[in-house]
């Protein structure tokens, strides 16, 4: 910390020379709305010399010219140039418009940006400015739970383990992208916002597409797209460093440093923290280190040069088991915070449940500006993960006579590892051991976008990735024993003796490929705006097995699916002020991976695996002055032959596996989102999402002993009618933000959500007969309303930009469930919840220099 200081001074003083003999100017960039506009490029023409606006829209630029122009810049904005003199230096309020034919269009094409009152989806975006001062102690995609559409919760509370659904689809159906490139797992479609915990220091913006989307990739997403834009060549030149604590020993201390655009071409941005706690929930200490680098060069005016790496180094205690409300309230220790899955060894904080990753993801990017009417940008990437989490095996650390007391109270793994010991050659009861997975992610993403006419353009690309995913269970603790009997009845791993770095039940390798092509034909002329655009991609998966029968591997059959996409849309600008647009798509969309195999511990694929298909429409309606600007979506999107896999504890303690085939659902509803500012000072948001997520029909389902692979069952789930679970389908948000002085300001957010259904258990929803069936919806988790407080203030250090954040969400401390399993009885009783966090607090200093 000592040194941290050191820095600190030795970086003020520096900037404080600098800036001697030198002439301010200043200023406030705005959109048409007058709403401020953080993060805009403000950069005195003809030189190197720029900076960037601060939250409020506002920039102090540094120069030793007596005159000259200024030109004002922010992404999907036509840029400004602003004349300044030794007598003009304040150039007060700069209006920026939306100009879509103007924006830098290899920035658009490469991250899929939608452009508004052009691109006809329902969109919204989040500068960085609000993520920095509302995000606080809060997961990544909580950012967004006052974006139409949008259900985030924490989940279990671990670090990094939120969770976020988009019209009612699970992450596994939103495309997750940085700056362009996907990065939902290439098995599973998962994201694992703990491997990007890095994000919320370096983006500089954040889009969420609801729906169809502009994303141009090969194979497309059902719920949406949400575009992760980081800091790059525009970031000004200079630093900060930042300091935050909060809530259950939050600690969290970074730098980022940028040298600008430089003489030479090249722009170099960096930037690392440490973070730290104990977690909101009982027993999830966690600690991350993130990093990000961006290094670009400007070769000429036709080729541009970016490199990009970001990653986080992260582990952290996690919450795996639900209990059911009367448990939570039975335990006096805890209540909502109670977590079973930790407890104490050597008078120190062990977890039964517990979660370590490192996933960098690298890019090259090149831009290339073929001719006026023609450019081509291609990214190179790569990922390469490696970790896993921690799972037991044996009955005592479920088993409430081993806690530290009452049914309550942490695990007592001192006697755990006292009676292992105990048991010398008899060998141990209960260990740990890890759920081992990394893997090799390689791709290229490159598309090229001409101008037939002054009206008509084409662009089309390729996007291919391969990728390569290990998967193993290892012994990693035999607490006190001299090793671990594998009682396993299956000839693949039963009957082992089991030491330390041993590995059991499953060891393989899944290999998925993914190749495709996508073209879009696009025309725009005055006031209307009409898109086309097409896919077609080849999936292909395989799997060897380590754990094999016999001495020899044993290797899958490669399977192959074609899935291809159509989809077109309008937007028309009534008038300066109102716009409608629509749009409508087809596509068959290949499995996931983990849905082709029988299940994890198997070879033989599932025969019944076929492709999905989407058939989605909506129609938009937007109304912008600068007083007041609102939108209105309605959307219908049907899901055909849905796959779903669900693994759930058998009687015997092995895990079954049910999947099922041929489920249709049909999401449909209306948003609506509002920005009123009826003073300068006051700014009023609000959005309403109003859903109704249905399952249409009743669907088969094959159920079998996973470590086996014995056939339990084939029998039908009756799913009709029933509601689609995971996610509030009925949402409210209303913020205001008030401007107490010119650099503070105090933001009040409100959040409601209803009609949550818990998540339906298939083995539950089946019968012999129709007649038979239980038709009742999974249980409706309770309402719940959450305000949040904020507050920034904006000042000077020794000459350097200040702004000190405060957050304190929940503030009433109200007590409600976000997660839930459906029970036997679909009711109160049975449901296996996770309780949302309670009141938290955070208080953040950044510095810039």
Not at 36 to 44: C, D, F, H, S
Not at 533 to 541: D, Q
Not at 761 to 787: C, H, I, M, Q
């Amino acid at each position: 910390m000592r040194n941290f200081k050191n820095l600190l001074l030795i970086a003020m003083f520096f900037t404080s020379a600098l800036v001697l003999g030198q002439t301010k100017i200043t200023g406030i960039v705005v959109d048409e709305t007058g709403e401020p506009l953080p993060g805009a490029g403000v950069l005195e023409q003809g030189t190197t010399n720029g900076t960037a606006t601060d939250f409020d829209g506002k920039f102090i630029l540094n120069t030793k010219s007596n005159s000259g122009t200024v030109v004002v810049s922010f992404v999907n904005y036509a840029n400004k140039l602003v004349s300044f003199s030794s007598s003009n230096t304040n150039l007060g309020r700069i209006q920026l418009a939306t100009d879509g034919n103007i924006l830098d269009e290899i920035v658009v094409t490469a991250t899929s940006f939608a452009i508004g009152r052009k691109t006809p989806v329902a969109v919204s975006t989040v500068k960085a400015a609000d993520i920095e001062d509302k995000l606080g102690i809060q997961e990544f995609p909580e950012i967004l739970k006052s974006t139409p559409g949008v259900y985030a919760t924490k989940s279990g509370g671990g670090y990094g383990d939120g969770e976020i659904n988009l019209r009612g689809f699970r992450t596994q159906n939103i495309a997750v992208m940085i700056n362009g490139i996907p990065v939902n797992d290439m098995e599973n479609g998962a994201v694992y916002w703990s491997n990007w915990a890095g994000l919320s220091d370096v983006t500089s913006a954040m889009q969420v597409q609801r729906g169809l989307g502009a994303s141009k990739v090969a194979v497309p997403s059902i719920g949406g797209t949400i575009n992760i834009i980081s800091k790059s060549t525009d970031a000004e030149k200079g630093g900060s460093v930042r300091m935050s604590t909060g809530n259950d020993g939050f600690q969290k201390y970074g730098m980022t440093l940028s040298t600008g655009l430089m003489d030479n071409g090249f722009a170099v941005t960096a930037s690392a923290a440490k973070v730290s706690g104990e977690g909101y929930v009982d027993g999830l200490q966690f600690e991350g280190f993130n990093y990000f680098l961006n290094v670009s060069k400007k070769i000429n005016d036709n080729h541009k040069l970016s490199f990009n790496a970001i990653g986080t180094i992260q582990d952290h205690g996690q919450r795996y088991n639900r209990r059911t409300i009367a448990e939570y309230r039975a335990t006096e220790q805890g209540g909502k915070r109670f977590n079973p899955d930790w407890g104490y060894r050597n008078g120190k904080v062990e977890n039964s449940s517990f979660n370590f990753y490192h996933k960098p993801q690298i890019s090259l990017n090149h831009d290339w500006v073929i001719s006026d009417k023609t450019f081509l940008t291609t990214s190179v990437y790569a990922s390469f993960g490696s970790g896993g989490g921690r799972r037991t095996q044996g009955t005592k650390f479920s088993n409430d006579s081993y806690r530290l007391g009452d049914i309550d109270q942490p695990i007592d793994f001192d006697r755990i590892v006292d009676e292992n010991v105990a048991n010398g050659v008899d060998g141990a009861t209960d260990i740990f051991a890890a759920s081992k997975n990394s893997h090799e992610w390689y791709g290229v993403l490159s598309t090229l976008k001409t101008d037939l006419s002054e009206t008509l353009s084409l662009s089309g690309g390729l996007d291919a990735r391969y990728y390569v995913g290990s998967h193993w269970y290892e012994v990693t603790d035999l607490l006190g024993g001299q090793y671990f009997y594998n009682d396993d009845l299956d000839e693949k791993t039963g009957g082992q003796a089991l030491k330390v770095g041993d590995r059991f039940n499953k060891d393989y390798d899944g290999k998925v490929g993914r190749y495709g092509m996508f073209a879009q034909l696009e025309y725009s002329k005055d006031d209307l705006s009409v898109f086309l655009s097409s896919s077609l991609s080849n999936s292909t998966y395989s799997k060897v097995d380590r754990m094999s029968f016999g001495a020899e591997n044993r290797e899958s059959e490669s399977a192959s699916f074609i899935g291809y996409s159509t989809k077109g849309g309008a937007n028309y600008n009534i008038d300066e002020k109102q716009n409608v647009f629509a749009n409508v798509g087809y596509f068959s969309r290949a499995p996931i991976a983990d849905n082709v195999f029988n299940s994890d511990y198997d070879v033989d694929l599932y025969e019944d695996a076929i492709n999905e298909r989407v058939f989605s429409a909506e129609l938009g309606y937007g109304f912008k002055t600068q007083l007041f600007s609102a939108n209105v979506n309605l959307y219908n999107t049907y899901w055909l032959d849905r796959f779903m896999t669900f693994s759930l504890p058998g009687a015997d303690g092995e895990f079954i596996t049910s999947n099922v085939t041929g489920l249709d659902a049909l999401h449909q509803g209306i948003e609506i989102d509002f920005l009123f500012r009826p003073m300068d000072k006051l700014a009023i948001t609000g959005m309403a999402s109003l859903g109704n997520w249905t399952w249409k029909n009743d669907a088969s389902a094959t159920t079998f002993n996973d470590t086996t692979g014995e056939l339990i069952s084939s029998e039908t789930v009756y799913a009709k009618d029933l509601k689609v679970s995971d996610a509030a389908q009925t949402t409210f948000a209303l913020g205001l933000k008030y401007d107490l002085l010119e650099k503070t300001n105090i933001s009040l957010d409100y959040n409601y959500a209803g009609d949550n259904y818990a998540t339906m258990n298939v083995t539950g929803r089946t019968a012999d007969s129709p007649e038979e069936a239980d038709r009742t919806n999974t249980w409706k988790l309770p309402n719940y309303n959450l305000f949040d407080l904020g507050l920034r203030h904006g000042f000077e250090i020794g000459g350097l930009e200040t702004t000190l954040t405060a957050n304190l969400n929940n503030i009433f401390d109200v007590e409600y469930i976000s997660d839930a399993n459906n029970g036997p009885s679909s009711d109160y009783d049975t449901a296996q919840v996770y309780y949302g966090a309670g009141r938290t607090f955070s208080l953040g200093l950044k510095i810039k220099f």
